[in-house]
């Protein structure tokens, strides 16, 4: 199976909310911030370590990235191409998972609708204006 390791500095866009990508990542090393913009407020959704992957939603219902994804710090990241990795998992897997992504982007929506977080959560916790202005400008301004 072919994979790719892609190499990311601080403060780097690796996926932009909306991105057709259906791949799946694997975070090797590093920090990751998954966010929104709504106008110019940049709203932290989790702050994601090393070991975690990303991307699962797209890869199983096929559907554009919901969020927008930004290194915090020097980060590698393993690309593991769809169909790639679909011809060696049982069709029921792909099945389970297409289930399992639709709960889960209903939930998103409900939470980020009614503006729910989790009390106390680090993964949460909000943004400084300085982080909001540098990540506004790295997602604004940045083409993948």
Not at 24 to 39: D, F
Not at 60 to 82: N, W, Y
Not at 95 to 105: D, F, N, P, S
Not at 111 to 116: M, P, Y
Request: proline share 3%.
């Amino acid at each position: 199976m072919q994979v790719y390791n892609l190499e990311f500095g601080p403060h780097e866009l690796v996926a932009r909310e909306g991105d057709p990508s259906t791949d799946l990542y694997y975070l090797k090393s590093g920090r990751l911030l998954i966010c929104t913009v709504h106008g110019t407020e940049v709203k932290a959704i989790a702050r994601i370590e090393a070991g975690v992957f990303i991307g699962e939603l797209s890869f199983f219902d096929g559907k554009h990235r919901a969020s927008h994804i930004v290194t915090l710090e020097k980060s590698t990241l393993v690309q593991i191409p769809k169909h790639e990795l679909s011809n060696h998992l049982p069709f029921w897997f792909l099945e389970v998972g297409k289930g399992l992504t639709k709960k889960i982007r209903r939930l998103d929506e409900i939470i980020n609708t009614s503006n729910l977080r989790k009390i106390g959560s680090e993964d949460q916790k909000p943004l400084t204006i300085e982080e909001q202005r540098k990540l506004y400008s790295v997602i604004t301004h940045q083409h993948t």
